[in-house]
């Protein structure tokens, strides 16, 4: 069985992006790892180079930022990167900058790909998340936090990227642009028994701040920008709904950066602020375990 990383990156230093430690979670998963690296206002390139593995393939690209629709730039600039798999694996493994996989998970991740490599029915294969938010020690707890997210798929070219790379489905033709956004069929998917570690959402306030300016250029216009970013120097990570304390072990490529956290982030837990949609959503969660409206760009079969 080969397995192949794919993964994409800019101006990862600027951004305060833990692409190093997503990296050294995904190489020992893989038997190569593709990692396409826009072309970057710092050093982003020469970091990624720097890291001492042969299993490494290193691309570049330029990403074009007019796109402003969906950030379907994102699904573009991944395509780019799946483009670029050898034909002859059987499993690709897709982690975002800001994504880690724990290393009590590989094995687990691995027995599930075997088990399923030879069953075309399965597409893919789904992990749990964790997403932490304002430091290392919370997570985003809320229904507006996704579960559960495709991040192994089937060697197939009829599987894209969709929408803001969130996600995949499946197409039986080159897509457009626009059918990235609202086309395809959603993928078969089992569990992985894996789990994804997100910190897209813990950083410095500043640095924070930086990435909502840069990052939702590629949904919305300068207008929206300048009324829903705008110009503070630093992201107000108080308007939170609702969190909850982590008591797991953090994955052991990000300790290191966890030691050196600069900045004091605190959370009352006992002041959660619940919309009337948030609490009726916990109503039915834990009176009937169900989740009405739960995002699910996959078929769990």
Not at 8 to 31: F, Q, T
Not at 251 to 272: C, G, H, Q, T
Request: aromatic share 12%; proline share 3%; hydrophobic share 35%.
């Amino acid at each position: 069985m080969k397995v192949v990383g794919f993964t994409i990156v800019r101006n990862a230093i600027k951004l305060d992006y833990p692409i190093m430690e997503s990296l050294a979670s995904l190489l020992p998963l893989c038997d190569e790892v593709v990692v396409s690296v826009g072309r970057s206002e710092d050093e982003t390139l020469n970091l990624v180079k720097s890291i001492p593995s042969a299993k490494l393939n290193v691309i570049e690209s330029t990403w074009d930022d007019s796109l402003r629709k969906g950030g379907v730039l994102l699904a573009i600039e991944t395509n780019k990167a799946l483009d670029a798999v050898p034909a002859d694996a059987d499993w690709l493994v897709y982690l975002q900058a800001d994504e880690v996989i724990h290393e009590k998970d590989i094995e687990t991740i691995r027995a599930a790909m075997l088990k399923w490599k030879d069953d075309k029915s399965v597409d893919g294969l789904l992990f749990n998340y964790n997403h932490f938010y304002g430091s290392y020690d919370y997570l985003g707890d809320s229904h507006k936090w996704y579960r559960n997210e495709i991040r192994v798929i089937r060697n197939d070219k009829r599987i894209r990227s969709y929408k803001d790379a969130q996600g995949f489905r499946k197409f039986d033709h080159k897509p457009t642009n626009e059918e990235l956004l609202n086309g395809g069929e959603k993928l078969n998917v089992k569990q992985s028994g894996g789990t994804i570690y997100h910190y897209g959402w813990v950083k410095h306030p500043e640095l924070q701040q930086n990435k909502q300016k840069s990052f939702n250029k590629m949904w919305h216009e300068d207008e929206w920008l300048d009324k829903n970013v705008g110009q503070a120097a630093t992201f107000d990570y108080s308007t939170v709904d609702s969190l909850a304390r982590f008591t797991g072990q953090h994955p052991a490529a990000m300790l290191p950066r966890i030691k050196m956290l600069n900045w004091n982030f605190v959370y009352d837990e006992s002041k959660k602020k619940f919309s009337l949609k948030e609490r009726l959503f916990r109503f039915t969660r834990k009176a009937f375990n169900w989740r009405p409206g739960e995002y699910k760009n996959y078929k769990q079969i």
